[in-house]
């Protein structure tokens, strides 16, 4: 199965910084078959990007992904209040669909 | 608004079983293949079962397979996961999601990511 690795554990950052997420998956994710997903505490996790860099219904535009292969980025524009939170990612062009172990972005 | 929301979690010693139930609404069922996800306290996310939307269509994780049975009932909006034999292993939160994934024509299966969850239902394994 591909394991994803994300990097950095925790992200520490003040509102308005720009907030940078990698996955790097242990071997090419066929056709960039890569989500993102934000989960708050006690709360269902949410999807933001498919595709890869695809933002889904809803999601504001300071949230942009990119990558392919086994590089992947999800950039968080400006941080708002709202946007601390755990991210994971998941490649679902193989099977089993994979997580990340996820990034936590915290009010520094 | 579409909405799915889990139950039937607990805690059960293990060898124990127990049928989590999600019920749906705002959207058509049948339409979609339906997953299965759990988090263990504190830990990520792993994809547990999946069910096609005639519910013949089936797969699981290994770490699951043999053991537990996912099932649906579109007349009752509900998708089921019944889990026997339980480990404290499977302690976790189980969510259930709308799963993107469809059957494309000559190519099969095309697995696709999860856009809707519910808030999920707490299994705990211990004696």
């Known amino acids: 199965e591909i394991v994803l690795t994300q990097s950095p554990g925790t992200l520490s950052l003040s509102p308005g910084e720009r907030a940078t997420l990698s996955c790097r998956a242990s071997?090419?994710?066929?056709?960039?078959?890569l989500a993102w997903y934000q989960q708050k505490p006690s709360q269902a996790p949410r999807l933001l990007i498919f595709?890869?860099?695809n933002r889904a219904t809803g999601i504001p535009d300071r949230f942009s992904g990119s990558g392919s292969g086994t590089d992947f980025i999800l950039s968080i524009s400006r941080l708002e209040p709202d946007d601390f939170a755990v991210y994971y990612c998941?490649?679902?062009?193989?099977?089993?669909?994979?997580f990340g172990q996820g990034t936590k972005v915290e009010i520094k | 608004q579409e909405h799915l929301a889990e139950s039937g979690g607990g805690l059960v010693r293990p060898g124990g079983s127990l049928r989590l139930s999600c019920a749906a609404s705002?959207?058509?069922?049948?339409?979609?293949?339906m997953s299965w996800i759990r988090q263990a306290p504190g830990k990520g996310l792993e994809w547990v079962s999946y069910v096609g939307p005639d519910g013949s269509d089936t797969d699981y994780a290994d770490s699951v397979k043999g053991r537990f049975s996912i099932s649906r009932d579109n007349a009752k909006n509900s998708i089921y996961l019944q889990v026997n034999r339980l480990r404290p292993g499977d302690t976790a939160v189980y969510f259930c999601?709308?799963?993107?994934?469809?059957?494309?024509?000559?190519?099969?299966?095309?697995?696709?990511?999860?856009?809707?969850w519910g808030h999920g239902t707490m299994v705990t394994v211990s004696s």
């Open positions: 998941q490649q679902y062009g193989s099977s089993p669909r994979t």
């Open positions: 595709g890869a860099s």
């Open positions: 999601a709308r799963d993107l994934s469809f059957i494309y024509p000559n190519e099969g299966l095309i697995l696709r990511a999860f856009d809707l």
């Open positions: 071997q090419s994710v066929i056709r960039s078959s």
């Open positions: 705002g959207f058509t069922l049948s339409d979609f293949y």
